[in-house]
């Protein structure tokens, strides 16, 4: 049987360009309101999607004059939307830099017993000053750190979700016994970062551990995803890039003793669908204008740490600004993307600019539902991509048109699933149940998964 | 200080399976009904058919010791509350979440992300946290004393205030035409520096539908009394007597006024337990059946000694609790509203211990009776001026809250002090708080 295709749709607002939120027939606030996400949600479950994905910063970031931005909080609208759904994953992203690891592994152990273990952690070290702002800090701390402390954070994380263990709760009425304290286990985490007691007060889950999602490109993210990631979430362009990381990250997840089909790897992918090519390109065309330029210059400087008045809309990057994107600050993924783009095919600002299509810096397909579906499976056939995390151009009605469109192409070839098999994430990433381990007889994130 | 609100109000405490230790141990519930969200969902419709006000849910982010005996506090509130807003379409949905143990701009946007999903249906039940094991899973030894989490708390919520002000009303635009998304000189940053917190903002979540989240009290020591004074818009603070109660009112109230503000717009809503039956006496049977259902080691006196911080060799079945214990233990770090209130009251009547254990569970007054009688000692005490209503506590879910539904709410209706409908559609409504102006404009 041919390899299946894992698919998540990433709920990013009004969809992955700057203008998207412009597209004819949009409401421009849906974003703002939870029928937004329960919809898209309710749509992905009956196209069998593995998980909607929720992206998220604790701050404002975009420039608020042009376009939308991450607003109601990740947890508390999957939570609504677990009790609307039955059977797609809910992943969220909560940042390792501004949370406790007792209140994140709380949050995910209650939105998988409310959504019967169907929620997953996108763990984030959170780039940008404006985050750092809002908890009592100048700036973002630096790099490294962010990412030692995310996994200490990871590591703490998954103690707490093994303090129960499967059968604590005894629930016998005859003799008062309710739990037995013998199967809750304390965490006693002390680390440089962190010190938890524990246990948690959640039982274990339905689905043992909520998913660990991890994304991140430079060598301390890949590191961090490779040691904890179940899946990975990257924004290769390129078909080199993609299988470069795809081999990269899962031959280090095998060096960290795990095993290389307990890491799904989803690069993202954003769509533009039209009925025929032609209908497709003008759609990709409206999109880009829809950008307010204002909004895009601006925008790239700061995802480039240059000043504004550096970018030449006609004119080359300037180079002589730009650092060496291991040693650049911000969100290095994006970076290395731009940078990379620029680079390899010679671009001017208004090039660059119009290629990210305000994008999020993500592969963009344009295309017949053919062809999207020929896309999908070329890297899933060449062993470098285990599906996509979706990134439609427009929501909903771009991920309506994938739906409707692209998922029956890719169920005919009998590459989709066309019914649940599990009624868990990990059941429908194709993830083992990690076995339980009592915390302090050895260290939990370190365990093989499978 | 009465007479702008006249109608009572509710909220439903709902505490896993019930307040009662013994209350997973009745025959309908299935042990894991606390980690159930069918469960709540089923609590949450019979408290939206009674039309009341409220749900609140208690917490605390610690494995309490007492899950080996019964449930104890498990999911996050927001998280639970968030899910039951898709089930229901009335009630106000209260979380409870300590200041103690969260970063404000984190439970600011939680709180407010509830709002929006409910469609302005959230309070915040605000809680300092005193116990030491929760701390210690945030890295944190030694807890500050009373007066500075107190303080912190002010603090906290006066930030909290500024980040849900965040955005006017209007700040949010969205015109495709213009490509204008939102007017930032309608977004406002509360660049809050205090001696405890500093936060920039803007919070990255719009206006409430209600103006901002109700704030919710419940302490009731003399710091909980001037926290409530100045923040709290409805207090959820424990009186076994009426006398102390109509005190505690007047206090509240005066102290809100000396801050200038409008002693009216403050629900006090203590908690009761109700327990009823078709008589009197079937009623104290019932009462009676659900304490034998205790295990030896949480006997209700055990409970009663332990809450006033005593050995329980020091209390008498059938003689009244002597004088010295009426004092409060040195180094007691619980709750000191509850032990102020229950003394008192045993003070005042001179009542058994076994009377006493039939009109306390927990923390809360009991309430055994009719229909008629349980909606009689509502109304009295109403009618008195102490209370705006009570934060109906049942002792097993939902069984006792459809008792108190079905049987007591209709009664109050027929005498024209309980809504015969929802009359708006966010929890600011149903308590007859007005919508706060945002401190932003001027």
Redesign the interface.
């Known amino acids: 049987m041919s390899r299946q295709v894992h698919l998540n749709v990433n709920i990013l607002n009004s969809g992955v360009f700057g203008?998207s939120?412009?597209f004819p027939g949009?409401d421009?606030?849906a974003a703002?309101?939870?029928e937004h996400y329960?919809g898209i949600a309710r749509k992905a479950e009956a196209a069998r999607l593995d998980a909607i994905f929720l992206a998220d910063g604790?701050?404002?970031r975009e420039d608020?004059?042009?376009?939308?931005?991450?607003?109601?909080?990740p947890?508390?609208?999957l939570?609504?939307v677990?009790?609307?759904t039955s059977a797609i994953g809910l992943i969220g992203t909560l940042s390792s830099t501004?949370?406790?690891p007792?209140?994140v592994a709380?949050?995910f152990a209650?939105?998988d017993?409310?959504s019967g273990g169907r929620s997953g952690w996108n763990v984030v070290t959170t780039a940008g000053k404006?985050s750092a702002?809002?908890?009592?800090f100048d700036d973002e701390p630096d790099h490294a750190v962010r990412y030692a402390r995310a996994a200490e954070f990871v590591e703490a994380v998954r103690k707490l979700w093994n303090?129960w263990e499967p059968d604590a709760?005894?629930?016998d009425?005859p003799t008062?016994?309710?739990?037995?304290?013998d199967k809750?286990h304390s965490t006693d985490h002390h680390g440089p970062h962190?010190?938890?007691?524990?246990?948690?007060?959640?039982?274990r889950s339905p689905q043992g551990e909520p998913v660990v999602v991890q994304a991140g490109a430079s060598t301390d993210g890949r590191a961090l995803a490779a040691r904890v990631g179940e899946v990975i979430f990257t924004a290769a362009q390129t078909e080199q890039e993609a299988a470069e990381y795809y081999r990269d990250v899962k031959a280090r997840a095998v060096g960290y003793g795990r095993s290389a089909e307990g890491v799904v790897v989803l690069p993202g992918l954003s769509t533009v669908i039209g009925s025929t090519e032609a209908e497709a390109q003008r759609r990709r065309e409206l999109l880009a204008e829809?950008v307010?330029p204002e909004y895009a210059l601006t925008r790239l400087a700061g995802q480039l740490g240059v000043p504004e008045d550096a970018l030449v809309l006609d004119g080359p990057l300037p180079w002589h600004l730009l650092a060496d994107a291991d040693e650049a600050g911000g969100s290095q993924t994006f970076y290395k993307i731009a940078v990379g783009l620029a680079q390899r095919e010679n671009l001017t600002v208004r090039q660059l600019l119009r290629r990210l299509g305000g994008g999020a810096g993500h592969r963009i397909v344009t295309g017949t539902p053919e062809q999207i579906a020929d896309a999908i499976l070329d890297w899933v056939d060449k062993g470098i991509a285990d599906g996509f995390n979706l990134m439609p151009d427009v929501l909903p009605s771009g991920f309506d048109d994938f739906v409707d469109h692209v998922v029956p192409i890719l169920q005919r070839r009998g590459r989709f699933r066309t019914e649940y098999e599990s009624t868990t994430l990990r059941g429908h990433l194709g993830l083992a149940v990690p076995a339980h381990t009592v915390p302090g007889s050895g260290d939990a994130a370190d365990r093989v998964v499978a | 200080m009465i007479g702008v609100d006249r109608t009572l109000h509710f909220l439903v405490n709902v505490g896993s399976a019930g307040y009662h230790p013994a209350a997973w141990l009745d025959p309908a519930l299935t042990p894991d009904a606390f980690i159930r969200l069918e469960h709540y969902q089923r609590v949450a419709a019979v408290a939206e058919r009674g039309l009341l006000d409220g749900l609140l849910f208690p917490d605390i982010p610690v494995q309490q010791p007492s899950i080996a005996r019964g449930p104890a506090a498990t999911l996050d509130p927001v998280l639970l509350t968030s899910a039951l807003a898709v089930s229901t379409e009335r009630v106000g949905l209260i979380p409870t979440a300590t200041s103690t143990l969260n970063l404000p701009y984190n439970l600011a946007r939680r709180i407010l992300s509830l709002d929006h999903v409910s469609g302005g249906r959230a309070g915040w039940n605000v809680v300092t946290t005193f116990e030491p094991n929760a701390a210690r899973n945030f890295g944190i030894e030694h807890l500050p004393e009373r007066d500075e989490r107190y303080r912190r708390a002010g603090e906290y919520v006066e930030l909290t205030k500024k980040l849900w002000d965040s955005w006017e009303d209007d700040a949010l635009i969205g015109d495709q035409a213009s490509a204008r998304f939102a007017d930032p000189d309608k977004v406002h940053a509360a660049q809050h520096r205090g001696e405890f917190f500093t936060v920039a903002g803007p919070l990255n979540v719009t206006r409430s539908p209600q103006g901002r989240p109700v704030l919710v009290q419940a302490g009731s020591s003399a710091q909980g009394k001037a926290f409530a004074a100045a923040h709290a818009e409805a207090i959820y603070a424990t009186q076994f007597g009426l006398e102390p109660a109509v005190q505690f009112a007047g206090e509240i109230r005066a102290a809100a006024a000396a801050l200038g503000r409008d002693p009216a717009q403050i629900r006090i809503l203590p908690g009761l337990v109700p327990v009823i039956a078709g008589t009197t006496a079937e009623a104290s049977a019932k009462f009676d059946t659900l304490q034998a259902r205790l295990h030896p080691d949480s006997a209700p006196v055990r409970a009663l000694a332990r809450w006033l911080g005593y050995p329980d060799e020091d209390l008498a079945l059938d003689a009244p609790v002597p004088e010295r214990l009426l004092t409060l233990p040195e180094n007691r770090i619980g709750p000191q509203g509850f032990f102020a209130s229950l003394t008192r009251y045993a003070a005042d009547t001179g009542h058994t211990v076994r009377q006493l254990l039939s009109e306390f569970l927990g923390g809360h007054r009991v309430v055994i009776g009719t229909p008629e009688q349980v909606a009689d000692h509502i109304e009295t005490w109403w009618r008195s001026g102490a209370v705006d209503g009570f934060t109906v506590i049942p002792a097993v879910l939902p069984s006792y809250l459809e008792d108190f539904v079905d049987h007591v709410v209709p009664i109050l209706r027929s005498r024209g002090i309980f809504r015969a409908d929802y009359t708006g559609q966010t929890l600011r409504s149903h308590l007859g708080l007005r919508e706060p102006a945002n401190s932003f404009v001027r």
């Open positions: 203008g939120w412009r949009t421009p606030l703002f309101g939870l329960i604790p701050a404002i608020l004059r042009y376009r939308p931005f991450n607003s109601l909080e947890s508390v609208v939570a609504a677990a009790a609307a501004y949370n406790d007792y209140d709380r949050r209650t939105l017993q409310l404006e702002r809002n908890f009592g303090s709760l005894v629930g009425k008062w016994r309710f739990a037995d304290p809750i962190f010190d938890v007691a524990g246990p948690l007060n959640v039982p829809l307010p």
